[in-house]
């Protein structure tokens, strides 16, 4: 799986959106884009992935380069139980696929 | 959704005895299920594939002697830590997906405390 690049931690407003970017340069042309966020002592949870669209669902938006290099994960409205580890992985799309996990992105929400 | 339930969630014993976790898919098949460990403000780490009807597949430095992975039908998955010791003391969290080209879903995790 292609490696990815995130930063350590980042702070957020409560009630304003939160954009956090991942680069993924090695990335192949089979291989997915996936966000998951973990919240402390439980398991992950998935949040959204793509391949090159540009993807939406209830709980985030994945705004994704053209050229498939880095991508956004974008939570229009945090709150303060978005507050989490989130982990950008790349994977290639099939279920026997394993998800290797970087060390991630810590968001705080602050009031 | 896919739900995937894991037990127990946390777990206290001995030094030099045995503890056995399961991991069930409660709405779907998993034939693949992995299993992942994860120490104090640390990453997720692979630790085997879990493949029903199969032996696992350990990743380098994972002790298969150690760890036993017994995935006997679709939908449960256990894991064994055999003689448990101080430094095993992990959270161990395991994850199935319901099919081809469909995400991973976790379990909640089992906080295992060895004394």
């Known amino acids: 799986d292609a490696k990815t690049t995130q930063p350590t931690s980042m702070d957020c407003a409560e009630g304003r959106a939160a954009n956090l970017p991942c680069n993924h340069s090695?990335?192949?042309?089979?291989?997915?884009v996936y966000w998951y966020r973990q919240i402390h002592s439980q398991g992950p949870q998935y949040i959204i992935h793509?391949?090159?669209n540009n993807e939406t669902n209830e709980m985030a938006s994945l705004i994704i380069t053209e050229d498939r290099k880095s991508s956004t994960l974008i939570l229009p409205h945090a709150t303060l139980r978005d507050t989490a580890v989130y982990y950008c992985?790349?994977?290639?799309?099939?279920?026997?696929?394993?998800?290797?996990f970087g060390t991630g992105t810590r968001l705080q929400v602050t009031l | 959704g896919a739900v995937v339930s894991q037990h127990p969630s946390w777990v206290i014993c001995k030094s030099g005895t045995s503890v056995k976790i399961e991991c069930r898919s409660l709405?779907?098949?998993?034939?693949?299920m992995f299993w992942y460990r994860q120490f104090p403000k640390q990453s997720l780490m692979l630790m085997a594939t879990?493949?029903?009807?199969?032996?696992?597949?350990?990743e380098q430095g994972v002790e298969k002697d150690k760890f036993l992975i017994n995935h006997a039908s679709l939908t449960l998955s256990t894991l064994t830590v055999t003689s448990a010791h101080p430094e095993d003391s992990s959270f161990y969290i395991c994850?199935?997906?319901?099919?081809?080209?469909?995400?991973?879903?976790f379990g909640s995790g089992t906080q295992l405390s060895v004394l």
């Open positions: 879990s493949n029903e009807g199969s032996k696992a597949t350990y």
């Open positions: 992985i790349v994977r290639v799309g099939f279920a026997a696929s394993k998800l290797t």
């Open positions: 090695t990335i192949s042309g089979n291989e997915y």
């Open positions: 709405d779907f098949q998993a034939t693949t």
């Open positions: 793509g391949l090159k």
């Open positions: 994850s199935a997906s319901r099919g081809l080209k469909e995400k991973l879903f």
